[in-house]
């Protein structure tokens, strides 16, 4: 299964709707995950099963989708959220990162 | 509070082998499926290998599949990544991850990494 997330880069200023998507080559129901990684940190969870927020991640993130389309969307973008987004498919052995989206702060 | 702390990774040649850790703790290990995650310098993240709680069910991704083989022992609460025949690509930060159930599903915590740097 081969994920591809769109777009790669986005320039954006603050305050401003962020969407990024990520689609499956074949369907994988709603095991789709995504993730935060700023410069030298670790990558952390955001959003579990295309739409469930993970415990203490901001309410401006929020995840949609099934199948093989799916959407992640930050409200009112902060300062804090520039960093690379990833979508995660946990379907089936093997799994699959995408190619990660990455988001800067005008 | 959960960690997981990578150990392992240096400098190696091409084709030699290196195996690296993770040592968890503040979870009961043995009722999770843990993951090795890789990301080369500058580059995405990529999904290197999971095992089940009980060690029962095993993947790999294809690019390491035949060379790399994961581990677990519970008695120690580690988790392990056998490296073989080691290559220039496999140069990467390596974590290691907790998945959220005992089988696969999404990870919900992350080591620091561990660097490996296959080099002559």
């Known amino acids: 299964i081969v994920l591809t997330q769109s777009p790669d880069f986005q320039s954006v200023t603050p305050k401003e709707k962020v969407t990024i998507t990520c689609r499956a080559s074949?369907?994988?129901?709603?095991?789709l995950h995504w993730y935060q990684q700023k410069p030298d940190q670790s990558p952390k969870l955001l959003i579990k099963?295309?739409?469930q927020s993970f415990s203490g991640v901001p309410s401006r993130f929020s995840g949609s989708g099934s199948g093989t389309d799916f959407t992640l969307t930050i409200n009112s973008l902060e300062p804090e959220d520039a960093a690379t987004y990833y979508c995660?498919?946990?379907?089936?052995?093997?799994?699959?990162f995408g190619q990660g989206t990455k988001v800067e702060i005008k | 509070e959960v960690q997981l702390v990578e150990s392992g990774g240096g400098l190696v040649q091409p084709g030699r082998s290196l195996r690296l850790s993770c040592a968890a703790s503040?979870?009961?290990?043995?009722?999770?499926?843990m993951h090795w995650v890789r990301q080369a310098p500058g580059k995405g993240l990529e999904w290197v290998s999971g095992?089940?709680?009980?060690?029962?069910?095993?993947g790999y991704a294809d690019s390491v599949k035949g060379r790399f083989t994961i581990s677990r022992d519970n008695a120690k609460n580690s988790l392990y990544l056998q490296m073989n025949s080691l290559r220039a690509e496999d140069t990467a930060l390596y974590y290691c991850?907790?998945?959220?159930?005992?089988?696969?599903?999404?990870?919900?915590?992350w080591g620091q990494g561990t660097l490996v740097t296959v080099s002559s």
């Open positions: 991850a907790k998945d959220h159930a005992y089988d696969s599903t999404y990870f919900d915590y």
């Open positions: 995660h498919q946990s379907s089936n052995f093997p799994q699959e």
């Open positions: 095992i089940s709680w009980n060690s029962n069910s095993i």
């Open positions: 503040g979870f009961n290990f043995d009722d999770y499926a």
């Open positions: 074949q369907s994988i129901g709603s095991s």
């Open positions: 099963y295309a739409s």
